[in-house]
Structures are given as structure tokens and as C-alpha cells.
């Protein structure tokens, strides 16, 4: 095998690596020294100092600079002749067209979100080149092969869709810590700092009266003669005091809940101290916003201290102090960002203080920082190993070693007396709508549901569409490009906000929608029922999606788990205002073998299974493929593989918890 | 006598001076108290006279007094008995630096892991590729120190698989392998001391090794590793020892940390138990007589000790200068065989032809073995997570990444539950 790194198929290949983070960084030295010649990588981020404890190619002078350049010129000091081409670029830019992927032997993902990686897989289903996909998360890790016609593709199994909580839990119940930090993050930093215009439910649920919405706004506006203590008192007494009251005021809510206490600034911190809380001088400087710091203002060190409701509201008041003073340009268009310091001050203090009020445990920085920032844990030696299993596949795939691709999984724990689990590759799905074409069927509410909701929470939300196109029957209802003109975006925009019923040519009940993609090449249609009513809790998009292979919230359980690592972790947030570090969450992978295996179980329980030993490899070539005989000397742990995998999948939840 | 106790979920200590009234029954005395508490924690307790003082320990070190009593004392007393373990605390703590950089990986083993992690100190020896991709994951991971010992000239075959070395000529010349190595190390987290030692291997003393933590040992003949583990072994303090070798797409990791105690996690949220393994020498895990093992034992493991007879017998690995040595190989294998009243299609012919042609590493097992390798010497020092006992093999053939447990002590238990049968003390602290 070592020979292999002068082999032709290797040399003479042309790969194409997407992500250059994590997984990425092990993956192109790995690449280089099994003897790949002609590398290109893509990758749209720049360098963090929480990247360098694994993405050993970079260093503390890289900070701020392209992944992809850096990870190439680092791999060139120690492989100076090969050929590695980078791309500081997003996968989604329409120059990565299917055209330009067709040039590649095989494509290697090492990427850190599902919207990413469901579009690399449309990209490569449609230019007919065979995937590599990856994943990792702490001490577990995935990697398979996807080969149109051969394999499954990436969608063909159920993913499970991104946490998402019922408003009125975030406004109005919460329960969980995690329910704190969404309300802390999406509604209260977004209201303060974020774009005013936006819609938001900080207010909604909190007073009965119709009208009360407009004063509410003026509440959140700091009025021309306001000292900055006094803007601070009278926002903290309004979220944590005024809208508890109110909140309690229904009595009918709280029957079976725990009663919240309201909470007012003048019971927790005095005057004085009010007046000498933070040390600005010692916040950082103004010239670099994410310098500013509320904890060293208020000499406060150790993010992973439990602070006490006291010290909570200290950082609530000094963090906005902190905005006004030194960073009141940005008011108004923040988003959160785990990486900014006063974000991640500000939203655990919030979160602590509603927590409190709430009789939810409180928790340090450090923990609501990774709620908050959808933090994925990330280690060195998982991320190696998953790229040495990437290469093995790629190689297989290469040398068109159809019989051996496998699909392996690194466990944290040993099962089978194994920690790198080699199984078969699935089958396609026949009813998977990326690979197989099968038409969707969406219950929407035609009469009330406006196009731009169905592109949303559709087109873009679940098929996770870049440029989309919507024709009914042969007339075009929208399309996003740079080649249209003024008169279509005025149509389009207008269609954006008719209700479907009423739209040029009406969308109702038995409708069929297409839905193109034409960078992805990815043509989905969609036949579309009229309903009326949608359950709040269950249903909170106001709409639904059948046979989109996502896993189905479930319901208690899945409330445990924290936000995972791609995608929103509220209804409330639409954009991927988060971002992983470079690996994936391998959670919902594992629990994705899981949930295809029960699905797959049904025919045949015996389609799943482990591969031969390696000294049958003759007898198992001929035996395994597809149709799989239990090789192992006839024990019946393989017929648990799954079920270890779902073991495996709680124990980390509860870890994690 | 003073008292001193553990209970709780989260670690409660308390300890008292006073010995006519003992919060929990205890047996130590103060020093002892003293010297656990040292252990346990890494801060030295100074006694201020009679006093009882609570503290709650986090991940994190202290997170806060709980309270106090001291009849006798003074207040200032007790304040500067507070103060003083807070410092000597702050002192342990992980500087904001470390926590910024190790973020991702705190979130996955802890605080306290990480600590130890940053005390810790390493002897490496042969740097091949796989204990490259080994080095390179442990420096990442922020342990204490690594020290270096190779001191081969620059191959082919190092150039090949070992990403630590540059490839120009005047860059390498005149410099061992450990120096090239420890100038690349050096540079990916400058936190870790990175240092190259020059030695004979086989001269070195026992109270060299007293200095390590972990030994890792590759490429040298198996004598030598024996010697090395018997040195590690009579030494009064635990060092974990391993040693590793990569041929073709084969790769193989041995383990031992003579009796291990570490608190395994329950299963689905249930208590945490302290378990207990017993692991075998180097010299007893391979020399387990072959027709006592399961016929399912990874045939990778009698493959790699026909290649240690013939290079014990010859005085050389086998295939690094002439291919011409399968002949040779196969037919220690048939004496072997024999020897052990096994048959001989018990190690495969085509097995074996690959070990010996295909001498030198593969890069990508370099990075499964070297991955596995990392985590594991992490997890014996952390404390954290079940620790593979005591083999593990990686083969591309098959893709699977097993763990064998082998010992020439003991018979093997027969069933799959050699899992539990490894565990020889559960005390459940909950």
C-alpha cells in the first residue's frame, strides 16, 4: 500500500477539498504525503486563536488571515513541488458551478454546516463526481463515500433539522437554561443593539393590550435626556421586573409552572455601586471593539466562575454601558457573534438574570458561550484520524474500488471490541428528492401564507437553495440572478408579498410548484395542499414539509440536547448568524445510521452490518456487497450495531448537558 | 489527628485540624491530609492552627468557600487561610491565554484535564511518521513538555511520512532526526517546552524515566522496548507506557499503565465508578502462548511478533533492505507455528508479505495510529475515559480500528466480557 504514493491514480488525480479548518488542515498534509499532486481548496474563513489548538498549520501571526492560502502555503513548506491551489471564496459563489467541479476525481468535504455540504452534494450529484464527506465532534468522527447511482447521497437520510423553540417558551415559559440564552441572544441583544426594524417578540407575549406594542418600542429607546445608568435601570427593570409581572398577571399560565419572580435593580444593586461598578479605563480600548471587556472593567477573571445574580446584573449594566461608550457606532446593526467578548458578556448576564427570575440554575460564561455560540468541541486527534480514514476512502474511490468503500465511524467508546467501525455504504434512497426526483408535498395555508414565507421557510430554510427559481406550471412566480432587469426584480419583489392564493397565477390547494436550483442544478417539485390551521407549538413555521428527509423534532428528549452546531437555535433567528468551528456535529450523523438503519431494517434486518475480517477479504468481496452475510464468526453483536450507536448518541447528550 | 473527607457530587472537601471532633472519619494525619490534598490538586495546604474550612471544587479549582468554623481562631486567621488557598488556586488556574486557545478542546475533556494535561512530561523515542502525527497531536493538545530522542540521520523514508522535517538538503543536513523534529514541534503551540535529548537508548538509567509521565517508544528492537518497560515499571511513581510501530497499512499500539484507577462513567447518566485495570509488561503481552488466544485475536498481532523473532534472530527489521527477506520471514512463521502448536494458516502468508514489503509507513495510517496514540496518552493523563487495555491494531484492509487484550498472566476469560472482567474494584462514590 505505502507504494501507492507513486501510483498514477494518485499522482495523476485532481482533488478538490472543501473546507480548510479542523478536518481540513490534517486532511491536506495527509493528502500531500500519500503523494496527491494537484490539490485545491476552498475555504471562506479566516483564522481564529480558538482554531489553533487543532488546525496545526496555522499559527498566532496567522490570526485574520485566509485558511485556505495559509493551510496551503504551510503544506508547500514540506511538499514544495506539488501543485496546491487555494480559494479564500464561500462554495456557494456561483463560479463553483457544476462546470468547475466536473474537473475533479473526487471531491473531500470537511465542512462545518449542513447548507454547505447539502449543496456540495447537489454540485457533485449533478457533475457526476464522487463525494467524500466528513464530520467530527469531540472523541466521535464519520466519514463516508457518496457515488451517484452506486451509494446514497448525502440527503438521502434523514438529517435532523436545527433546534427550534416555540416563541412563547422563549417569551413567556422558559424552562431551560438554553431557553434564557435564546431569549437573551435573539430577542433582548437583538432589540438593544441589532437592527430596530427588525421584527421581534420581546414584547408580544409579555402585556395583554393590543396597543401596548408601540410604547413597548419606546421602552427600548434611549430618551435624549437619559444618563446611561438610567437607560441601563429602566431596561433591566422593564425585561426583568414590568414583564414578569405582567407575565404573571395570567394566571392561568402558571397552574402547572413554577411561579418567575420578578426582579428590580434597585433589590439588587445599589445606588453607589451602581455609580462606581466598572473600571472603564480597564475595559479595553475603544480603537478595537473586540477588545471591550465588561469581566475587565469589573475585575472579574475567570469565565468559568458561577457569578451570583448581584455580579450578573453588574455585567448586564456595565456591558451596555460599554456599547453606549465605546462602541455606539455599531448600535443597530450587532448581530451576535460568540467571538465578541461584550456580546457574550452581555447575553450570559441577561440569560443568568431571566434564569434566576425563572428558578433555572445559572450558569458561567464559559457554558453560555458554547449555548450561546453553538460551539462545537473540537480535538486534535479525532480530526487526524478522520482525515487518514478521508484519504483511504478517496484513495478506494480513485482506483475505483467499488466492493471496499466504507462507510467508518471513530467511537468514544469501545464497542465490539472496536474504536474505528468500518460498515457498508447505503443503498440510495428511491424516494430521496435530491437523488431520486420524488416530488415534495407542503400543507401551507394558501390563503394567509405570502411567497416570500414559502422562500424562506421553504426554498431556503429546508432545500437550503442559494439562487432558486419558483415556476408554476410555465409561469415563472420568482428567481434570484444577476441578470435580471429592473422591471422582473419589481414583479418578483411584488410577488414576494402576495399571499399564494393571490399571486398571477394562483397557487392553491393541488398545485404543483417547481423549485430549481441552477448553480446546484437541483430541480425539486412540490405539490402543494391548502390547511388552515397549524398547531403553534408543533408546527411553528406555519407550515409543513412532507417527505423532506428531516428527522422530526422529538418531543421531549430532543429538548435536552443543545443547540447543535449548524443552524439557528431559535424560530425567530432566519439567518445562520452562527458559525461552527470547522467540524461537524457528529451527533446528528450517528443518530442519522440510527434512524436509516430502522428505516432500512424493515425489509431486511439483516442490510445493515459490520464488514468481514480482513483475511476473508476474497470470500467477502464476493459475499458482501449490498445483500450483507455476518462474516464474524456468527455472533449476534452486529445486529446491535445500531442500537450502540444510539447508546452512544444519549450518553453524549447527557454529557453534554 | 485531623479529619478529611470526600463525599458529594460535586468533590466537597472537608478537613479539620480539630482531631477530638472529625467531620468525616478519616485515618490520615495532617501531613497525610497535606500530601493528598498536594496530590489531588497540585497546591500545597498551609495549616493555620485549628480550623474548619468548606470549599466547593469546579472544574475550574475553587469556586467558592462554603463556609468555615474556627472556635479558637481569629478572624484574621481565617482570612488569611482563605486568601492563601484562593492564591495558591489562581495559581493553577488556566491563564486566559490557555483559555482561549484551548476552548474547543476544554468543552470536550475539562478544565482540570487540562491542567494536568499542562503538567505533564513526555519521553518520545523514534521519530518515524506515525510518532510525528503522535507529537503533533500532543503538543496541540498543550501537555507540559515533549523531550526528543532520535538520533538517526534524515532517510528517504523519513522524508517520506515525516511532515516534521523540511525537505531541503541544507536544511536537514548535519541535524538528527529529534532536532529537525523538535525545531518543527516547537513551533505549533509555544506553551509547550520542546526538547531534544541525546543518549544511547539502552544506557539510560531508571531515574532518567522518573522524570516522565508517559514513555513512548518506536523503532528499536524489541529487547529494548522490554528493557525500557521493566525501567518504567520498578520505578516508584506510575509511568505510562506505550510503544508503536506502522508497517504498510498496518499499525499497532501497545499499552501500559500497570494498575490504572480511574473513575469510568456510568452508563446513561448512572453514578460514576471507580474501575481498575491490571495491565501486563511488555514482555508478558507478547509472549501469550498463541493457542490459548480467541481464534477472532487480530491476526495483526501474531503477524508483528514473527517480525520481531526475525529481527531479534537476525539483527535487523526485516524488508528495509531487500525484499528478498518474505522467504525468511514465512518460514519463522511455519517454526513459530509449530513451536506454539497452532497451525499455520493461523497467520496469513499474504499478511505477512505485506508487513515485510511494504516496510515503510503509510500516511494516512500515520495519522489514524498517531490519532489514536494522542487520545489515548491524553487519556491516562487526564484521568479521563475509558483507556484501550492493551493492544490496539488499525488495518486499511479492513478499515477497522480494534482493541485486543493480551497477557501471558492470566488465561484469557473466554467470553466477549473480557470488558468487565477487567474491572477489578467498583467502588460507587455517588
Known amino acids: 500500500m505505502a507504494s501507492l504514493q507513486q501510483s498514477p491514480a494518485i499522482k495523476g488525480a485532481k482533488v478538490l477539498m472543501v473546507g480548510a479548518g479542523g478536518i481540513g488542515c490534517e486532511l491536506l498534509k495527509t493528502l500531500a504525503l500519500s503523494g496527491f499532486e494537484d490539490i485545491h481548496i476552498i475555504d471562506m474563513d479566516t483564522i481564529e486563536v480558538s482554531n489553533l489548538n487543532r488546525q496545526f498549520l496555522f499559527r498566532q501571526k496567522h490570526v485574520g488571515q485566509s485558511k485556505a492560502k495559509v493551510a496551503r502555503d504551510a503544506v508547500l513548506r514540506f511538499r514544495p513541488h506539488i501543485s496546491i491551489s487555494s480559494y479564500h471564496a464561500n462554495v456557494k459563489d456561483s463560479n463553483f458551478n457544476v462546470d468547475f467541479f466536473k474537473q475533479f476525481n473526487v471531491v473531500l468535504n470537511g465542512l462545518d454546516n449542513l447548507d454547505a455540504r447539502r449543496h456540495v452534494n447537489r454540485l457533485c450529484l449533478a457533475a457526476e463526481v464522487p463525494l467524500v464527506e466528513s464530520g467530527t465532534t469531540g472523541f466521535l468522527g464519520q466519514v463516508s463515500v457518496h457515488v451517484k447511482g452506486r451509494t446514497d447521497c448525502y440527503e438521502c437520510n434523514p438529517k435532523p433539522s436545527p433546534k427550534t423553540y416555540p416563541v412563547c417558551t422563549i417569551t413567556s415559559t422558559p424552562s431551560k437554561f438554553v431557553h434564557c440564552i435564546v431569549w437573551a441572544k435573539e430577542l433582548l441583544f437583538a432589540k438593544l443593539f441589532g437592527d430596530k426594524n427588525q421584527d421581534n417578540d420581546l414584547n408580544v407575549r409579555s402585556s395583554d393590550s393590543t396597543g401596548s406594542s408601540e410604547q413597548a418600542e419606546d421602552v427600548f429607546e434611549r430618551k435624549a435626556n437619559e444618563s446611561i445608568e438610567q437607560y441601563g435601570r429602566r431596561i433591566y427593570d422593564h425585561v426583568f421586573g414590568y414583564n414578569i409581572e405582567q407575565a404573571l398577571s395570567n394566571e392561568e399560565t402558571w397552574k402547572s409552572r413554577n411561579k418567575p419572580r420578578p426582579i428590580y435593580s434597585r433589590d439588587v444593586i445599589s445606588a453607589e455601586l451602581m455609580q462606581q461598578n466598572g473600571n472603564s479605563d480597564k475595559a479595553g480600548s475603544a480603537g478595537d471593539p473586540l477588545s471591550v471587556s465588561a469581566m475587565a472593567s469589573l475585575g472579574l477573571k475567570n469565565p468559568q466562575d458561577l457569578w451570583s445574580l448581584k455580579d450578573n446584573s453588574r455585567v448586564f449594566f456595565e456591558a451596555l454601558k460599554l456599547f453606549f461608550g465605546k462602541r455606539e457606532k455599531e448600535i443597530g446593526s450587532l448581530c451576535f457573534d460568540k467571538d465578541d467578548p461584550l456580546a457574550v458578556e452581555f447575553v450570559t448576564a441577561a440569560a443568568n438574570i431571566r434564569a434566576a427570575s425563572f428558578g433555572i440554575p445559572l450558569h458561567s460564561l464559559f457554558e453560555a458561550k458554547g449555548i450561546a455560540g453553538n460551539i462545537v468541541h473540537a480535538v486534535a486527534t479525532t480530526n487526524a484520524i478522520v482525515a487518514g480514514l478521508i484519504v483511504i476512502e478517496a484513495i478506494k474511490v480513485l482506483q475505483k474500488d467499488f466492493d471496499s468503500y466504507r462507510m467508518s465511524y471513530c467511537l468514544e467508546h469501545v464497542t465490539q471490541k472496536m474504536l474505528i467501525m468500518p460498515v457498508q455504504p447505503f443503498e440510495p434512497n428511491k424516494s430521496c428528492c435530491v437523488c431520486s426526483e420524488t416530488p415534495l408535498t407542503l400543507e401551507i395555508d394558501t390563503n394567509h401564507s405570502k411567497l416570500r414565507d414559502f422562500v424562506e421557510k421553504i426554498v431556503k430554510a429546508k432545500l437550503s437553495m442559494t439562487s432558486p427559481l419558483i415556476m408554476h406550471g410555465s409561469s415563472l412566480l420568482y428567481e434570484v440572478g444577476d441578470d435580471l432587469d429592473d422591471a422582473m426584480i419589481a414583479n418578483y419583489s411584488a410577488n414576494l408579498e402576495k399571499v399564494l392564493s393571490s399571486l398571477p397565477s394562483p397557487v392553491t390547494s393541488g398545485t404543483m410548484l417547481t423549485v430549481e436550483d441552477l448553480q446546484q442544478e437541483f430541480t425539486c417539485n412540490i405539490n402543494i395542499k391548502h390547511r388552515e390551521e397549524f398547531d403553534e407549538e408543533n408546527e411553528p413555521d406555519g407550515m409543513v414539509l412532507h417527505g423532506w428527509t428531516q428527522v422530526p423534532t422529538k418531543p421531549k428528549d430532543d429538548d435536552d440536547k443543545p443547540p447543535t452546531g449548524n443552524g439557528d437555535s431559535s424560530k425567530t433567528s432566519q439567518t445562520e448568524t452562527v458559525e461552527a468551528e470547522a467540524e461537524v456535529v457528529v451527533k446528528i450523523n450517528i443518530e442519522e445510521i440510527g434512524a436509516s438503519g430502522n428505516k432500512r431494517k424493515a425489509p431486511d434486518s439483516r442490510d445493515i452490518s459490520t464488514d468481514p475480517p480482513s483475511n476473508d477479504v476474497n470470500e467477502a468481496t464476493a459475499a458482501n456487497h449490498k445483500k450483507v452475510h455476518k462474516i464474524d464468526d456468527g455472533d449476534d453483536e452486529e445486529e446491535l450495531v445500531m442500537l450502540d450507536h444510539w447508546d452512544i448518541d444519549t450518553n453524549k447528550k447527557q454529557k453534554l448537558r | ?374 487520545q489515548e496518552v491524553i487519556k491516562a493523563i487526564s484521568g479521563k475515559g475509558d483507556p484501550v487495555k492493551n493492544f490496539f491494531y488499525f488495518d486499511v484492509v479492513d478499515g477497522k480500528g480494534v482493541i485486543e487484550d493480551i497477557s501471558s498472566r492470566a488465561p484469557e476469560a473466554d467470553s466477549a466480557s473480557s470488558k468487565s472482567a477487567n474491572i477489578i474494584t467498583q467502588v460507587v462514590l455517588e
Open chain 2, 1 to 374: 489527628k485531623p479529619s478529611f473527607g470526600l463525599y458529594g457530587t460535586r468533590k466537597t472537601f472537608l478537613f479539620s485540624s480539630d482531631s477530638s471532633k472529625p467531620i468525616l472519619p478519616c485515618s490520615s494525619t495532617l501531613s497525610e491530609v497535606g500530601a493528598g490534598l498536594q496530590r489531588e490538586f497540585g497546591f500545597p495546604v498551609v495549616w493555620f492552627g485549628r480550623c474548619v474550612i468548606q470549599v466547593q471544587f469546579t472544574d475550574s479549582g475553587i469556586s467558592r468557600v462554603l463556609g468555615f468554623s474556627s472556635l479558637l481562631l481569629n478572624c484574621l486567621l481565617i482570612v488569611n487561610l482563605v486568601t492563601r488557598v484562593r492564591l495558591e488556586m489562581e495559581g493553577e488556574q488556566l491563564t486566559e491565554q490557555e483559555t482561549a486557545l484551548y476552548d474547543r478542546q476544554i468543552r470536550v475533556w475539562g478544565a482540570d484535564a487540562q491542567r494536568r494535561l499542562s503538567k505533564s512530561h513526555i519521553f518520545v523515542y523514534g521519530m518515524k511518521g506515525t510518532v510525528a502525527e503522535f507529537c503533533k497531536n500532543i503538543v496541540l493538545a498543550g501537555v507540559g513538555s515533549v523531550t526528543l530522542m532520535d538520533d538517526r540521520a534524515v532517510t528517504n523514508e523519513a522524508l517520506a511520512s515525516n511532515f516534521l522535517i523540511p525537505p531541503e538538503e541544507k536544511v536537514y543536513s548535519g541535524k538528527t532526526l529529534a532536532e529537525l523534529c523538535c525545531d518543527s514541534l516547537k513551533e505549533f503551540n509555544p506553551m509547550v517546552h520542546v526538547s531534544v535529548e541525546k543518549a544511547e537508548l539502552v544506557t539510560l538509567g531508571q531515574q532518567f524515566f522518573e522524570k516522565f509521565d508517559v514513555v513512548v517508544i518506536s523503532s528499536c528492537p524489541p529487547a529494548t522496548k522490554i528493557l525500557i518497560n521493566e525501567k518504567c515499571r520498578k520505578l516508584s511513581k506510575r509511568v505510562a507506557f506505550y510503544t508503536v510501530e506502522c508497517r504498510d497499512s498496518c499499525g499497532e499500539i501497545f499499552v501500559d499503565l500497570q494498575n490504572y484507577k480511574y473513575m469510568k462513567k456510568g452508563k446513561a447518566d448512572g453514578p460514576a465508578s471507580e474501575c481498575e485495570l491490571r495491565y501486563s509488561s511488555f514482555q508478558e503481552a507478547t509472549s501469550a502462548p498463541w493457542g490459548r488466544l480467541q481464534r477472532r485475536t487480530s491476526k495483526l498481532y501474531f503477524a508483528m511478533r514473527v517480525i520481531e523473532s526475525f529481527e531479534e534472530a537476525n539483527g535487523r527489521n526485516p524488508g528495509v533492505f531487500s525484499v528478498e527477506d518474505v522467504p525468511a520471514v514465512l518460514q519463522l512463521k511455519r517454526k513459530l507455528c509449530e513451536a506454539q502448536s497452532v497451525s499455520e494458516s493461523f497467520v496469513p502468508d499474504t499478511l505477512l508479505e505485506r508487513l515485510v514489503i511494504g516496510s515503510i509507513e503509510f500516511p494516512p495510517v500515520c495519522a489514524i495510529i498517531g490519532g489514536i496514540l494522542g
